[in-house]
């Protein structure tokens, strides 16, 4: 099975299409962890613990493991998360050329999914494309104001390149492994969207801490059922002010909103 068929099972053995997101700031870890010979990977131990019957998948974000000891904990995460049955997926928003991108496409070894950068177009994407059991997914929409600045220019074909890149990406799924990435903060783009490409999985981060619209991250950011929902600080750090009980209030958190989206679900 590719990965969005493991994930379609996923999301009906634990009833969720929550994508808990792995950033552990060190500055906001708990200080009690902090004398671990791997604070970051202590700490996401606890919250997987917490929150894996809430969790589709497990999103860590490449940023916050990039040095020595931030590798070392990340490769205990994915190992410990896939112990639990969860899956992976890398925020690295990965893409290059030749031999570089074959490189950074090496993670699919470990991970399940990643998500990639089609700026420099198909060429940089490939080696992760021709991965058929891996997920792909392209960034298009991003709710950041700078986000316009480039996704919102306006094509000869009068196509947005935003636009443009669903309508590539749609094209680049010849082995049903690519979905996109799109911000929760538009709730009109996300129908457009949902509307050009049919088919294609969305991964929607947004809903948590940048106050998405949970509505129409279901509606619109499912294919078939297959879709996530991703909140990071919303849930790891829910209990930020709470010691030794922070995970607990992790745990809350993911079951809070997997019973708000789950509300729209079919």
């Known amino acids: 099975m590719n990965f969005f068929d493991r994930l379609h099972d996923r999301i009906r053995t634990v009833d969720s299409v929550v994508s808990v997101g792995l950033d552990p700031d060190p500055s906001r870890i708990p200080d009690h ?14 919250i997987i613990d917490a929150t894996h019957e809430h969790a589709a998948v497990y999103k860590p974000n490449a940023a916050f493991y990039e040095d020595p000891d931030g590798w070392a904990a990340l490769e205990e995460t994915i190992a410990y998360a896939h112990g639990k049955d969860v899956p992976v997926l890398l925020d690295a928003k990965r893409a ?6 074959r490189q950074y496409a090496k993670v699919l070894e470990t991970v399940d999914a990643i998500t990639v950068n089609p700026y420099m177009g198909r060429d940089s994407l490939q080696p992760f494309l021709a991965d058929e059991e891996s997920g792909v997914f392209v960034l ?4 950041n104001p700078g986000g316009a600045d ?59 801490a940048q106050g998405g619209d949970a509505e129409a991250a279901i509606t619109y950011g499912l294919a078939n059922g297959v879709g996530l929902v991703n909140s990071s600080r919303g849930i790891i750090f829910a209990g930020e002010n709470q010691g030794e009980g922070f995970a607990t209030a992790s745990g809350r958190a993911a079951k809070r909103l997997k019973t708000r989206l789950n509300e729209y679900r079919d």
């Open 33 to 46: 962890l902090a004398d671990y010979d791997l604070p970051r990977w202590a700490f996401n131990r606890r």
């Open 96 to 101: 290059d050329i030749g031999n570089t991108t």
């Open 140 to 143: 298009c929409r991003t709710s």
């Open 150 to 208: 480039l996704q919102d220019l306006g094509l000869e074909t009068g196509e947005a390149v935003y636009e443009r890149v669903a309508a590539l990406a749609d094209l680049w799924n010849e082995n049903d492994n690519v979905g996109l990435v799109v911000g929760a903060t538009n709730p009109d783009e996300l129908e457009d969207l949902r509307e050009q490409v049919p088919d294609l999985p969305f991964l929607v981060p947004g809903v948590g």
